[in-house]
């Protein structure tokens, strides 16, 4: 079995996979300290677990200490220049985010078509994948929680917004909801626009996805969990 673990900025995404099919899949915030335990309790011993942690050293050390006797078993993967069939064409490949990575090579495990890869969480990114396998690269936005949340701390009268969409809103709270949404359905519009090759797709995963869906207008599919998915490809070796 592979453990695979996804440290994002707001939660810690899970599965568990015995080489036919993920055992079980979930997700917790940072300081929920009983997550982890709870799978070394209710699971046997896994062969490996793997961890793609962007959320900084306090949060591997949680994770860690969560995984209690399973911790040796851990391995923090890195971004590197190739892996599971996706070169990465990043200036300097290192820095790349590690979710992104994952999420590419995961992206690449499900079509051979040019996609772009959108991971819609506290952050947006949008990566563009060509049908040879080449990232291309990428963007980073705001999510649209974040959006809404810098109008209410950085500006005067705006309070956080509980709005709803419009295509013409007519009253400020809309006005906001719908500001956001538009902005991250219009910069993956444009992303996949640019994306080359004829046939392409849309793979979006995070907590986000259902927005995004409802007001794109591009070729879309729900690929939930592709860092998860990306951990399992490295695991394998492939």
Known sequence: MILCLDSGNTRIKWGLHDGKAWLEQGAAVHDDDLALAGLTQRWPRPAQILLANVAGPAAAARIRNGLGAWAPLLREVRSEAQRGGVTNGYQFPERLGVDRWCALIGARSQTTDACLVVMA????????????????????????????????????????????????PRCTEDAIVSGAIEAQAGAIERAFARLPGAAKLCLISGGNVDVLLAHLVIPCVRAQNLPLEGLLRIGRGQ
């Open 121 to 168: 969480g506290t952050a947006t990114t949008i990566d563009s994948l060509d049908a040879a396998g080449n990232f291309l690269g990428g963007l980073i936005l705001p999510g649209s929680e974040l959006m809404r949340r810098a109008l209410a701390r950085d500006t005067a009268g705006l309070q956080l917004a509980d709005g709803a969409w419009a295509a013409t």
